[in-house]
């Protein structure tokens, strides 16, 4: 028989930060609602290597702000300058966070967002505003500037040592660029030169050049949208529908060692794409059932076999994951989907990988955990059990993306009551799991750390 527990945790933090954070303990990922900053809705659009998540908020007078979520709380970055909109669009491993900010008549500034000051990033020469994709550990910002309006153009750029730099085209007037990896290479798209056909494809950057990556046979544009530190890139390649040629057919691709792979999207769906890849070469995405409005679900591709990641979270979690959109070296994913509640959230997905999620064997009534104490806690607190034969005990205890921060080996113990006291200086505030085994018996509980 096993047991699955399934942790509940909701905190309200502040008059203007709303954390609704519901923790499920699956076969395959812990799911972890982001929540809002006082508004009804967020969106998840990266994350570092230690789980911090950056994206888009409503705050509670209906405005738009960037955030953090450092594991514990959603922070609010407000806004630039005197804009009432700000976003969030990747943050690297010194949590150094590219944005935007928005002004009048759909108008959008880059900004670098770094120990609470925002900073103004600048435009590309003849292009009247810009915006950022991807930042990397050297703070290399990558992005693009451009023109509203049906003659407007685009440019893509890197920003590095306070300067904005052009990437090009590949003869066209239009790029875009959408990712880049540790040593500076740097994916998106570029305008091919065709005086007939506005023809988008997939491109590299390195070195100061520019390649075409090409597209998947049959189709006619792609675009790449992130590159790891292999150099394999993933992104999307499409073609307009023939009957309806305002309709585009989007497929997912990777492309790898000089070959570009089709990721086959599951039956039922009609178009998808990849937003990211990581260095153990798993892909997320989205997918769709239709060409024109239909479901949007989100995918993880790995070793040739795509997947549904709804079907890796509990039935009973009452979530909808509707995109993906970042995935670590940890394979942890951030994206967007319809919270238990039916607004739209942000998610962080960790893989469960801890097996403490579920134990063989029904706990012997006389095993017993009366919890701990204080909790929540600011430095220290005590672990409270009790023993009804000799056994051999372990205590472990995790953080809430599923690492393992702690392991004690107590030794064997005669029956009676003991206790276990966890200091935890040195540790982020947030939401630790601990758990004792005593023999065939295991048992989970959670804590939360203050500071």
Not at 216 to 229: F, K, R, T, W
Not at 251 to 279: H, K, Q, T
Request: proline share 4%.
């Amino acid at each position: 028989m096993y047991l699955k527990i399934t942790l509940s945790i909701k905190l309200i933090i502040g008059p203007l930060l709303l954390i609704a954070s519901t923790i499920a303990l699956a076969d395959e990922y812990l799911i972890t609602d982001l929540g809002t900053l006082g508004g009804i809705w967020s969106g998840a659009s990266d994350l570092n290597e230690q789980g911090y998540v950056v994206g888009l908020s409503s705050v509670s007078s209906g405005a738009q702000h960037g955030y953090v979520w450092d594991g514990v709380m959603m922070h609010d970055l407000g806004t630039p300058s005197v804009y009432l909109v700000s976003g969030a669009n990747a943050i690297n491993d010194s949590n150094q966070t590219a944005g935007f900010a928005n002004g009048e008549f759909q108008s959008q500034y880059a900004y670098l967002w770094e120990d609470s000051i925002w900073t103004y990033l600048g435009t590309l020469p003849d292009l009247d505003y810009s915006s950022t994709t991807d930042i990397n550990n050297a703070n290399q910002i990558v992005g693009y500037s451009f023109m509203l309006g049906p003659g407007g153009g685009s440019l893509g750029w890197i920003w590095e040592s306070d300067t904005l730099t052009s990437l090009g085209t590949l003869g066209g007037e239009r790029s875009s660029a959408n990712g880049i990896n540790e040593i500076g290479e740097i994916v998106g798209y570029a305008q091919i030169y065709n005086p007939d056909t506005l023809i988008n494809h997939a491109c590299l950057w390195t070195g100061g050049g520019i390649t075409d990556l090409g597209v998947l046979p049959g189709e006619i544009n792609s675009a790449a949208s992130d590159i790891n530190e292999s150099g394999q890139i993933c992104g999307s390649s499409s073609h307009q529908q023939s009957t309806y040629p305002f309709l585009t057919v989007t497929i997912p691709c990777l492309w790898d060692d000089g070959s570009i792979i089709e990721l086959e999207l599951l039956p039922g769906y009609v178009r998808g794409a990849a937003s990211a890849i990581n260095d153990n070469c798993q892909i997320i995405g989205w997918m769709n059932t239709s060409l024109s409005g239909g479901s949007s679900r989100a995918f993880i591709w790995e070793d040739g076999v795509m997947t549904n990641l709804n079907q890796l979270i509990p039935a009973g979690s009452n979530w909808i994951l509707k995109s993906a959109s970042d995935i670590n070296n940890l394979g942890q994913i951030v994206g967007t989907g319809e919270a238990p509640n039916g607004e739209t959230h942000g998610y962080l997905l960790s893989p469960d990988t801890t097996g403490i999620h579920e134990y063989e064997n029904n706990p012997p009534p006389s095993y017993l955990i009366t919890g701990n104490f204080p909790d929540p806690f600011i430095v220290s607190t005590t672990i409270h059990y009790s023993l009804p034969e000799p056994s051999e005990v372990m205590i472990e205890i995790y953080d809430v993306l599923g690492r393992r921060v702690e392991i004690s080996t107590e030794g064997d113990h005669s029956s009676g009551e003991y206790q276990f006291v966890w200091n935890a200086q040195g540790q982020p505030s947030g939401v630790y799991l601990y758990r004792i085994q005593a023999g065939n018996y295991s048992e989970v509980r959670k804590m939360v750390l203050l500071k």
